[in-house]
């Protein structure tokens, strides 16, 4: 398995356009969530899905960001206009089905976004 | 409000000192408490969870209710140990994980 898949992988884009961001989870995984990591405020989650329904989504920073799993395999996180202070490194990550031994959470590698 | 700090943004040790990496947490009910590591160009993974009781690479960290912190802990440091660390907690009856802001640690030879 080639792990929780993100693309791009670097993505560098003007202010007001917009940005979509990919994931692949984990197959078998029931649990999706997208995060993004700064210097300053680390690692914060934005939204997590279970079996494809967003289950919260009060980390989204604002409506420009939106996030869909339309299907077990597929998720998409958008910003749209985007802004420079939304540049930050967003990752994914994926993790089975609640149990007392499934809390463990799988990255993928992220996304660079640069927003000039 | 569930909370996770982690007070040092940057440890700084030479090899063979021992390593202390503090977080301390707010949450109302009994809380699951994981220590997440990101070592250079490598992907955020688990490091280790308190309910294992274990032992990952020489690192321990236990849960102390009573000061609500769970410190990572390493008695002699080394090189490959250096990366960002991250302390995450999580709630019962959720999948949802709320991490630290991160503590970089920097082992010298």
């Known amino acids: 398995d080639a792990g929780v898949i993100q693309s791009p992988r670097h993505e560098v884009t003007e202010m007001g356009q917009e940005v979509t961001l990919r994931c692949k989870p984990i197959?078998?995984?029931?649990?999706l969530f997208w995060y993004r990591q700064t210097m300053m405020r680390g690692l914060e989650l934005l939204i997590y899905?279970?079996?494809?329904?967003?289950?919260?989504d009060s980390g989204m920073p604002e409506d420009r960001f939106s996030a869909k799993m339309p299907n077990a395999s597929f998720s998409t996180l958008k910003i749209q206009p985007s802004e420079p202070r939304d540049s930050a490194v967003y990752f994914c990550?994926?993790?089975?089905?609640?149990?007392?031994?499934?809390?463990?959470?799988?990255f993928g590698p992220g996304t660079r976004l640069t927003v000039t | 409000a569930q909370r996770v700090t982690q007070p040092e943004k940057l440890l700084s040790v030479f090899k063979g000192a021992p390593v202390e990496l503090k977080c301390n947490y707010s949450?109302?009910?009994?809380?699951?408490l994981f220590w997440y590591v990101q070592y250079s160009r490598q992907r955020l993974q688990l490091l280790l969870r308190?309910?294992s009781r274990e032992s990952i690479k020489g690192f321990t960290a236990d849960l102390n209710k009573g000061e609500t912190s769970f410190h990572l802990k390493k008695p002699f440091a080394q090189e490959e140990d250096s990366a960002m660390y991250y302390c995450?907690?999580?709630?019962?009856?959720?999948?949802?994980?709320?991490f630290g802001t991160g503590t970089r640690l920097q082992v010298f030879p």
């Open positions: 990550a994926s993790s089975l089905p609640q149990g007392r031994d499934s809390y463990e959470q799988y």
């Open positions: 995450a907690l999580s709630g019962y009856n959720t999948d949802k994980l709320i």
């Open positions: 949450y109302s009910g009994s809380p699951e």
């Open positions: 899905f279970n079996n494809n329904v967003p289950i919260d």
């Open positions: 308190h309910i």
């Open positions: 197959s078998g995984h029931n649990s």
